[in-house]
């Protein structure tokens, strides 16, 4: 059924030049099959989409970016990429973002006065579902987590139409990384879950392949001797501006990922899941954060597994089991094809 509509919204249906770019997002090995895909460009856009949704008896889909993409609808897509807005409040120290908003568009606006957003490791983002999945940032255990930031949303229904933010004034941040041959993994591993961190700095350790990665930021100095325990393939650590530490945007590809919150990471079980991981069937990159610090949670770390392709579901749970007596929960960030 064709819409009766007098805007200049664009509207797209099967068949239609335009219909597979507009339903396309980052995660490529899913896509919606909508019957109608609304790219809207304002709230009163997007209330036209729900209400026809709601009187046809459709389901209806968000789309931004389409990175934490799960489940794919075939009835209504509200594509809200077109609805970008970003606006900075430098005396109140806050953003006003628009449903289709990237954390890079936050970054750009916001550094001229001193401030950054609570963004996470890859700028290219929607601001509004990576906050509402509570958003583990860069800075994440010196500032806490991106939602506690939220003053107020907008809303058409159940969409969030705007969001409004705080920043914090951070100017500089120290951050780098190292990189290990994955023959060091065992004690790169142990070094790591032996730091001392102190509840400023923001770590993460991940495998990628035949690497073994750990980064970190803070906005105060700190030492990372106690990591150097193996040759690094190459290693960074300086002052630079927040923009540079946030994270670059990757090209658009086949994933599938998932997550669990534990309260407690013994080494025992931290060197189980790598192995686990190493041995599968299947690549599966691991990543663990530690917790604590300004991130006010009952969980220690957080494990976060991700694959260059669909249906591990099996794969994953092996690895997750070797932590299940640990497991508190599931952050809704981190969680990409998986239902």
Do not use: C
């Not at 068949?15 to 339903?23: L, N, Q, S, V």
């Amino acid at each position: 059924m064709q819409v009766d509509h007098a805007g200049d919204m664009q509207i797209f249906y099967p068949g239609d030049t335009g219909y597979d770019d507009e339903r396309s997002g980052f995660q490529t090995g899913l896509r919606h099959e909508p019957q109608v895909i609304f790219a809207v460009e304002n709230a009163q856009d997007v209330e036209e989409a729900v209400r026809y949704a709601e009187t046809h008896g459709h389901e209806y889909a968000i789309q931004a970016t389409g990175h934490g993409l799960t489940t794919t609808t075939t009835g209504v897509l509200i594509s809200t990429r077109r609805m970008n807005g970003v606006e900075i409040d430098p005396a109140a120290r806050t953003a006003k973002a628009e449903a289709g908003a990237v954390w890079q568009q936050v970054i750009d606006k916001a550094a001229p006065h001193g401030l950054a957003p609570l963004s996470g490791d890859a700028s290219d983002v929607g601001v509004v579902g990576y906050t509402l999945g509570g958003g583990y940032s860069v800075l994440a255990r010196e500032f806490g987590f991106a939602s506690d930031r939220v003053r107020g949303t907008e809303k058409v229904g159940d969409v969030i139409t705007a969001l409004e933010f705080e920043l914090v004034e951070v100017d500089q941040v120290h951050a780098g990384e190292m990189f290990f041959d994955a023959g060091h993994a065992e004690a790169v591993f142990e070094a790591f879950h032996t730091w001392d961190l102190p509840d400023h700095v923001t770590p993460t350790l991940t495998t990628l392949g035949e690497v073994v990665r750990v980064t970190y930021a803070s906005t105060k100095p700190f030492d990372i001797d106690h990591l150097r325990v193996a040759p690094r393939l190459s290693e960074e650590l300086s002052a630079k501006p927040f923009a540079e530490a946030a994270g670059k945007p990757l090209p658009p590809h086949t994933y599938q990922g998932d997550n669990v919150l534990l309260n407690d990471l013994p080494l025992d079980a931290l060197h189980g899941v790598r192995k686990m991981a190493a041995n599968s069937s299947v690549p599966i990159f691991l990543g663990i954060i530690p917790l604590g610090g300004a991130l006010k949670t009952e969980a220690t770390h957080l494990l976060k597994l991700i694959s260059p392709r669909l249906d591990v579901e099996k794969q994953h749970a092996e690895v997750f089991d070797v932590v299940r007596s640990f497991v508190v929960g599931r952050s809704r960030n981190f969680r990409y094809a998986v239902r």
